[in-house]
């Protein structure tokens, strides 16, 4: 079972896929990509009023502002 950012990829890959035969379907594709990477680098940058980061996805544990792993669990941090 993939996590959400796995759907939402598969999901741009197949508009992309049937874009080929409709161009429209590669313009919804490509806003789907760029929504997806506005995202991530809001996540990535957005830090709580207090000055720390949101917990670790996975497993919840406190991360410091630089993380690009869980320093708890070692999973990647986006």
Do not use: H
């Not at 929504?35 to 670790?56: H, N, S, V, W």
């Amino acid at each position: 079972m993939g996590n959400w950012k796995d759907k939402l990829k598969e999901a741009a890959l197949k508009a992309g896929r049937a874009a080929q035969k409709d161009p429209r379907l590669l313009k919804a594709a490509e806003n789907v990509k760029e929504t997806i990477e506005a995202f991530q680098a809001g996540y990535r940058e957005k830090l709580r009023p207090d000055g720390t980061r949101p917990p670790c996805p996975a497993c919840g544990k406190p991360l410091p502002e630089e993380a690009k792993f869980c320093p708890a669990c070692g999973v990647p941090i986006e």
